[in-house]
């Protein structure tokens, strides 16, 4: 499906098969001289077949089309080497280009996950279930790095890079202040909440996240141009929303965790979330990661502030009011 946004930009609705995301926010900016595609979708046949008929509709020629991957997730980059031509660029960010480049495989993230608390019979399957694992890419092309304030120039669009840590360590949004539009990736979603994960003792994405909604809220943005879902167009009450909505993350652990010592692993299972399951043990694998994920990053969160305090119990760590 390709939708006319403004003059020679266009969005195509990319499917995620499976995934409660539904689809992915590919755009496309056209020009007479060079094109340029915004995120790509997930590494699978059923993507890149939308983008080839959506490529084919718009007449886009892939020889003379540049892509911009706002953050390393398989949704957004994954599908990008097979959609590049020799002569195309793809302009990345340092920080999530420095996790590609020192990889180490997800032996490090299984590890702090069984820290927290991930049943170790579950870990491996919850890998294989998850997306980056089956539909990454194939390869990681030559990427140009763009910095926070770099420009990208395309036809009558003259893009702004705003470096917005959380969702990932790299995430970049484009602005455009003439047009006043924001290209926010996952950033700034509607109907669903970003997920803001931790898997590492040296980050604090939380924290991260809520400085990088204030980084865009005075940009004087007409319409947001989202990675997943509904266009927005009042930034500013979806990031209140977003605010809120982890300030009772906050509070809805710290009553979970009560006079008790629990996992992160045990608090995720405690939580409220938007899937229709009954009760935590019918949650696919997958989902329950990111949930586990989400819990560690509000706690981590937390622990800063003071609010909550973690301990070492039996190889795993566990969260408690501080004492």
């Known amino acids: 499906?390709?939708?006319?946004?403004?003059?020679?930009?266009?969005?195509?609705?990319?499917?995620?098969?499976?995934?409660?995301?539904?689809?992915?926010?590919?755009?496309?900016?056209?020009?007479?001289?060079?094109?340029?595609?915004?995120?790509?979708?997930?590494?699978?046949?059923?993507?890149?077949?939308?983008?080839?008929?959506?490529?084919?509709?718009?007449?886009?020629?892939?020889?003379?089309?540049?892509?911009?991957?706002?953050?390393?997730?398989?949704?957004?980059?994954?599908?990008?080497?097979?959609?590049?031509?020799?002569?195309?660029?793809v302009y990345f960010n340092r920080p999530d280009a420095e996790i590609i480049e020192a990889w180490p495989g997800w032996g490090p993230m299984l590890a702090y996950a069984a820290e927290n608390g991930f049943p170790e019979d579950e870990l491996h399957r919850a890998i294989e279930q998850h997306p980056g694992f089956k539909f990454s890419s194939e390869w990681v092309p030559e990427l140009n790095i763009l910095q926070d304030g770099d420009i990208i120039d395309v036809g009558e669009y003259h893009f702004r890079c705003v470096h917005t840590p959380g969702h990932s360590l790299g995430h970049t949004c484009l602005y455009e202040p003439e047009k006043k539009i924001l290209v926010a990736g996952d950033h700034i979603l509607i109907d669903i909440t970003p997920n803001i994960q931790c898997w590492s003792e040296i980050q604090n994405p939380l924290r991260s996240y809520l400085g990088?909604?204030?980084?865009?809220?005075?940009?004087?943005?007409?319409?947001?141009?989202?990675?997943?879902?509904?266009?927005?167009?009042?930034?500013?009450?979806?990031?209140?929303?977003?605010?809120?909505?982890?300030?009772?993350?906050?509070?809805?652990?710290?009553?979970?965790?009560?006079?008790?010592?629990?996992?992160?692993?045990?608090?995720?299972?405690?939580?409220?979330?938007?899937?229709?399951?009954?009760?935590?043990?019918?949650?696919?694998?997958?989902?329950?990661?990111?949930?586990?994920?989400?819990?560690?990053?509000?706690?981590?969160?937390?622990?800063?502030?003071?609010?909550?305090e973690r301990t070492r119990a039996k190889n795993r760590y566990v969260y408690h009011p501080m004492e």
């Not at 979806?238 to 906050?250: D, M, N, P, T, V």
């Not at 019918?282 to 989400?294: R, S």
Request: glycine share 6%.
């Open 1 to 89: 499906m390709v939708e006319e946004l403004r003059r020679d930009l266009f969005r195509i609705q990319v499917p995620l098969p499976g995934s409660p995301l539904k689809f992915l926010n590919s755009y496309v900016v056209r020009s007479a001289g060079r094109n340029l595609v915004i995120d790509t979708g997930l590494n699978r046949d059923e993507c890149f077949e939308v983008m080839q008929a959506g490529f084919e509709e718009l007449k886009i020629d892939p020889n003379k089309t540049d892509f911009f991957i706002t953050h390393l997730h398989a949704d957004h980059f994954g599908l990008v080497s097979r959609l590049i031509a020799a002569s195309s660029r």
């Open 212 to 308: 990088s909604l204030d980084r865009v809220h005075d940009l004087d943005v007409e319409l947001t141009l989202p990675g997943h879902r509904r266009l927005i167009t009042d930034h500013r009450s979806r990031i209140a929303e977003l605010k809120a909505h982890h300030s009772e993350r906050c509070n809805e652990i710290l009553r979970i965790a009560g006079n008790s010592r629990l996992s992160a692993y045990e608090i995720a299972s405690r939580m409220t979330w938007d899937i229709k399951c009954d009760g935590w043990e019918a949650f696919p694998l997958a989902q329950k990661w990111f949930a586990t994920g989400e819990a560690i990053s509000h706690l981590k969160y937390l622990k800063e502030k003071g609010r909550i």
